[in-house]
C-alpha cells in the first residue's frame, strides 16, 4: 500500500500509538460495533457487535451444559432486605446500585435494587426448593444483563449495563464446590485460548480484590496492546457465607440439617473490548477467525466480465456448504480497493480475490487480516484449503498474543524499579508480596497499580516483599488496569 493509501485508509482512526483510547473508540465506531444511547453509559450493541457476543454466547453455553449446567432466568429487581443479608456484599456493592423507587406514580414500600449481581435472589429461591442432599449439586446459569452504576464509562470495557451470564451452584460438600469453581475458571480458559485466541494468566484474587462475600475468587487475566490489564472472567468460591445468610438448609446423610457449599463464576460483554485491544492495529478490527461474525469475504475482480460472477458464486456454495461464515461483496456501488479496505478495518480474518486470469489458472488469491500477506491458494479443495488456513490464522494469533504479553512481562526486585517500570514499559510485572492488605493498598494509592492475580504457578523470585521488606509470601501479577 503506498504512503497515500495509507493515510488515506486510516485517516478517521488514530494511531493507537498516539492515543490509545481514541484508537479504541474510533474503531468500535467505525467498525458500528456500539452506538451511544440517549442514557450516559447505557450502550446500543449494534449487529455486527452483537454477533461477537453471540459467538461467546455460543461457545460458553455448550460448554456449560456438556458439564451438567441448565439455564435459568431470575428476576431483575431484588428487593433492598434481600440484598441486604449478607452485609460484606451489600457493602461491596451500594456504591453501583440502581434504585427503583416508585411503581407508575406510587411509591414503593420497599425499595428494588435493578440487579448488579443475582447472588442474594437466587439464594432466596435456593432456601424455598432445597430439601435433602439427593438434590444437590444446583448446577444453574443465567444470560442476562446487570446494572452497576459507573460514573466513567466505556464502550464494552466498563459500562453502566452489561450483558453477561452468571453460574450459580451449590454443592453438597466444600470439595464439590471448590471443584466447581476451579472447572468452570478453566472452561473460561478454553474460551479465550480456544476462540478469542487470548493467552491469559490464572490464579487467585488477593482478599482485597476479592468478589464481595466470596471466600475465595479466581481469575483470567489478559494484557491489552498499552500495557493495562483486563479481568477477563472470575469464579467464586462463596463457602457457606450466603448459604447461611439466607438459611438454606438440606437433610444430609445423617439425618441432620447441613448448609451447602456456593459458587458463582460469570464473564461478560467486556470480552470483546478484550478482543479488539489484544489484537486490533491501527487499521482497525483484527478478529480471531473461530470468533468472526464474517471468516472469508470474497471479492471479485472485473466481475463484469464473462464467468466472474458464476464462478465466486460457486465458490460462495462451497464454503458455505463446509460451514464456513463466509459474504460474498458483488456490489458494484464501490471499487473492489474500497471493499478491501472495508473488510480489513472490520477485522474479517480472510479476504479472497477472484478475477479472470485467477479462474484461467485456477487460482484465487487470499489476504490474510492477521498479517497482511497474500497468498495464492488453488480452487480445488477451496473449503478444506480455507479451513485450514483459518485454522493456522487462529493459532498465528494466539502465539502472537503470547509473545506481545510476555515482552510486557518483567520481574521487579525494588519498589523503585517497579515504579520507574510501570510508567515507561507498562505491562505485568511479576514481583513478591508479603500478603498483607495495608502494603497492598499502599502500593495501590501511591500507583494505582493492583494485585491482579496470585498465580497458580507459583515463582520464587526472592524472600522479601520489595514493597515493605517483610517476608514474602506469595508471587503476584500486578499492573493498572481496566
Known sequence: MSNKQEKDFVKDITKMEDDFAQWYTDVIKKTDLVDYSPVKGFMVIKPYGYALWEGIQSFLDKRFKETGHQNVYFPLLIPESLLNKEKEHVEGFAPEVAWVTHGGSEELAERLCVRPTSETIICSMYSKWLTTYRELPYLYNQWCSVVRWEKATRPFLRTSEFLWQEGHTIHETAEEAQEETLRMLNIYIEMAEELLAIPMVAGRKSDREKFAGAEATYTIEALMHDGKALQSGTSHNLAQHFTKAFDITFQGRTGELEYPHHTSWGCSTRLIGGVIMVHGDNRGLVLPPRLAPIQVVIVPIAQKKEGVLEHVNALYDELKAAGIRVKLDDSTENS???????????????????????????????????????????????????????????????????????????????????????????????????????????????????????????????????????????????????
Open 336 to 482: 473492489p480497493g474500497w471493499k478491501f479496505n472495508e473488510y480489513e478495518m472490520k477485522g474479517v480474518p480472510l479476504r479472497l480475490e477472484v478475477g479472470p486470469r485467477d479462474i484461467e489458472n485456477g487460482v484465487m488469491m487470499a489476504a490474510r487480516r492477521d498479517t497482511l500477506e497474500k497468498v495464492t491458494l488453488e480452487r480445488a479443495d477451496a473449503a478444506q484449503t480455507v479451513k485450514a488456513l483459518l485454522d493456522t490464522i487462529h493459532y498465528d494469533m494466539l502465539e502472537k498474543a503470547r509473545i506481545s504479553r510476555d515482552e510486557k512481562t518483567y520481574v521487579v526486585k525494588s519498589y523503585e524499579e517497579f515504579k520507574t517500570k510501570m510508567v515507561e514499559t507498562p505491562g505485568f510485572a511479576k514481583a513478591m508480596w508479603c500478603g498483607e492488605e495495608a502494603c497492598e493498598a499502599e502500593v495501590k494509592a501511591e500507583t494505582g497499580v493492583t494485585i491482579r492475580c496470585i498465580p497458580f504457578e507459583q515463582e520464587n523470585l526472592g524472600d522479601t516483599c520489595p514493597f515493605c521488606g517483610k517476608p514474602a509470601k506469595h508471587m503476584v501479577y500486578m499492573a493498572k488496569a481496566y
